[in-house]
């Protein structure tokens, strides 16, 4: 199983900074297409998770655009530039490239 | 408006068999797959099992083969997951969700099996 490896696993943030989270895969995420599969979810307190970028960089339809991901190949990062309050919650990766689909252990982010 | 609609919280006993419902609705139902992914606060999120509405093909996770069965019915656009025989190791929430790719996620159900 491809391993899905996150840091850190909790993030206190000051309103209106930046946070970030880096996610490492134990195998190349590159599919046969060329397309890298890599998404980002968030899970508020609870909520089911939400899907916020795929393919590394995409946002999903409504997402702000102070969520971004990056990276290429095993190495990922999520991005949020300015933490707001909604933004408490779960942050997990997984990969979409091979099975079985894989998660990440979660970042938990909360408010300082 | 895409919409996964799951059946409601389940209280079993070991031993028993259930079978919890994914119905879809705001797409075109052949057109996605429809995975179970399920949610123990101790394990994360885990990647059960996926099946293709169309053709009814299915994927297991290792950890879950033999111990569950995915299965949909396109004529009510609906996805399942069934036990025959539960343990208290399957209390957890499970949530469908849209696609190899979880686009989509619906709002879960809690399975709690106990004597």
């Known amino acids: 199983d491809v391993v899905m490896t996150q840091s850190p696993l909790s993030l206190s943030v000051t309103l209106g900074q930046a946070a970030s989270i880096s996610c490492r895969s134990s195998?190349?995420?590159?599919?046969?297409?060329?397309?890298?599969?890599l998404n980002w979810f968030q899970q508020r307190p609870g909520q089911s998770p939400k899907r916020l970028i795929y393919e590394v960089s995409n946002r999903d339809s409504g997402v702000p655009d102070r969520f971004s991901g990056s990276g290429s190949g095993s190495e990922f990062s999520l991005k949020i530039s300015r933490v707001e309050a909604e933004d408490v919650g779960v942050y997990y990766c997984s990969q979409g490239a091979h099975w079985p689909r894989t998660f990440g252990q979660g970042t938990k982010v909360e408010i300082k | 408006e895409v919409q996964l609609v799951q059946s409601g919280a389940e209280v079993k006993k070991p031993g028993e068999s259930l079978t919890i419902s994914c119905r879809a609705s705001?797409?075109?139902?052949?057109?996605?797959?429809i995975a179970w992914v399920r949610q123990t606060p101790g394990n994360g999120l885990e990647w059960v099992a996926i099946?293709?509405?169309?053709?009814?093909?299915?994927v297991y996770s290792p950890s879950f083969e033999g111990r569950v069965r995915i299965s949909a019915d396109k004529s009510i656009a609906t996805a399942f997951l069934h036990w025959s025989s539960l343990r208290a190791a399957d209390t957890a929430m499970y949530y469908c969700?849209?696609?190899?790719?979880?686009?989509?996620w619906g709002l879960g159900t809690l399975v709690t099996v106990s004597s």
């Open positions: 099946v293709n509405p169309s053709d009814s093909v299915t």
């Open positions: 969700a849209r696609k190899g790719q979880f686009d989509y």
């Open positions: 195998q190349s995420l590159v599919y046969s297409d060329g397309n890298t599969y």
């Open positions: 705001g797409y075109t139902f052949t057109n996605h797959w």
